[in-house]
């Protein structure tokens, strides 16, 4: 008896799994599931999950599907052990991926465009840029099925959440650790605005840049005349704002040339002298560091002058100074000192009341009326910079040199280390409550802890919070324009209302609107306006366990019950993103991490193992991939494909495997399970 003529032929040959998917969703739907689920684990003890919120400024690609994946089947698993796990949406809706986005959407090539069109009108074409990109994340939500309560989704941009983000702010700034500073931090020309460490970890970049090795002739001391500092440096176009070389005090250098000639001798430190000049080369003299303090030396370039001292004449700089940060693994042991564009080199050179020299403009491009290089893009500068210094014969050797460069993690463009006036959190003043809270808490892998998570608290710096730009939480912090020392900040609207004496409880506070709100103080001078920057989207999301209800303003309780969370999921990329964000928020304000267990998960590749790219044409759209294999088969991949923590390979192919070998298994098992209790009930109803 054949299938097509027996007792079995009455089911499908094949399961058509996405119809099938589509009928469950349905039902969900009408039937409300997944709310009553959550009505029916009222009053059981909480298990708490944050939703990591996604940037609304586009597609959602299939690597969300991932991270919801998981999201969903630990708070189902949990419900199921009889929790009660509350699941609430979320949407980031602040920062530049917005509003480059928008931008783009505008043809706007810069800051100068967006002020020229008004600040008022770009941030409402980011806010309805949000709310359009929310659908698209939306329908993937559901057409996966991940249950999740977007019906009070928390918006980031939303006037209760900013209070609460206030708030915070004020409880950090009242700690002594939110505080404004002039320091050389990452800086995104093309954005106009810095970026925190935790940004510039997401955007490297490998390029290859001329490495340049470059003759600085002494001028003053024994080897006056008779000998050349020798620097090398991987970023010419610092060259022309030159202001020291600097040397370790404890480390012997050399004067040397290579065997065999008779070329003007360099200074090198003595273990990179076979390095530099070759085995054999001829030493003529030897000292440490420390014996060349303060010798003077013909500085590169002529490009640039330097500010004039109160004799007028210019201010002395362009001699050795010593700084321990000196290393000899590569290069030469002496390196150039331009402190507008190096955190080290400004540190240095402030201890030695050396000038910071900056001929750069905010755009990235040096300054018209700088010779040779006026109007170039910094990086563009390099070849220009390096044809001039082998010309006048003080290019010693050129190489090409591929390394790792930070870019703009959101429009790509090269970053500058730049001299900038900028507010900061000083989260290395707790390092070690953040060590501490690490310690407390579980990763999977458990390896992150103490790798790639431990070395990057261990190694932390200061938050650098603020953003000089449009769409975002604006920094609340009014400063007295007669006393700029004198500096209030504001914890809430409400807040705000009584130092200005009108009801703001309606405002919008969002820029240019909160920019326009001044007031004065009984008893002092001048008027407070608020300072112009917005802050870090970053800290926006890090924030979500206490302003997605607006706490402390509005519902603590319920805060109070989902704080800290057991579990969140994120792919690897966030530990320096929204799980240090998190632990790092938690711990400012609450003294407490905002989580327990943290899953980091892979990454996800194209079949042939490059990453996913539009430029490669190798893109999986999530929704149709989800019509054509079933939302089932993208969810057991992603679930049981390998380890959590490993990257993956996603096609077609393998999609396809999982339906033939997993799902059509299981879904003809279950039919012909069904089909035969049919049976049987049927046989011994008629045998009654």
Known sequence: MSASTGPFAALPPQVDLPALEHRILERWESEKVFDRSLEASQGRPQWNFYEGPPTANGRPGTHHIEARAFKDVFPRFKTMQGWHVPRRAGWDCHGLPV????EKELGFAGKPDIERYGIAEFNERCRESVLRHVDAFTELTQRMGYWVDMSTAYWTMNPSYIESVWWSLKQVFEKGLLVEDHRVAPYCPRCGTGLSDHEVAQGYETITDPSVYVRMPVTDGEWAGRADLLVWTTTPWTLPSNTAVAMHPDVAYVVARAAGTD???????????????????????????RDWERTHYQRPFELVEFPEGPDGQPVDAHFVV???????????????????????DLAVCRGYGLPVVNPIDATGHFLAEVPLVGGHFFKAADPALVEDLQARGVLFREIRYEHSYPHCWRCHTPLMYY??????????????????????????????KTGRYGDWLNNNVDWALSRDRYWGTPLPVWR????????????????????TGRDLADLDPHRPFIDEVTFTLPGTDGTFRRVPQVIDAWYDSGSMPFAQWGAPYRNDEQFQAAYPAQFIAEAIDQTRGWFYSLMAVGTLVFGQSSYENVLCLGHILAEDGRKMSKHLGNILEPIPLMDRHGADAVRWFMLAGGSPWSARRVGHETLSEVVRKVLLTYWNTALIHHYCCQRKRSSLYHGL
């Open 480 to 499: 007295n324009d007669a006393d700029p020392s004198r500096l209030v900040v504001v914890g809430s609207l409400a807040e705000l209302s009584e130092l």
């Open 419 to 448: 001299a900038q006036p900028s507010w900061y959190i000083r989260t290395s003043a707790i390092k070690s409550e953040l060590l501490a809270e690490n310690e407390k808490t579980n990763w999977f892998p458990e390896s992150i």
């Open 99 to 102: 509003e480059i986005a928008v």
């Open 322 to 344: 010593l700084a321990e940060y000196v290393t000899t693994d590569d290069g030469t042991g002496l390196v150039h000192q331009s402190p507008a564009f190096g955190a080290d």
């Open 263 to 289: 070329d003007v001798p360099v200074v090198v430190a003595e273990p990179l002298l076979a390095a530099v000049l070759g085995e054999d080369a001829e030493v003529l003299g030897q000292a440490p560091g």
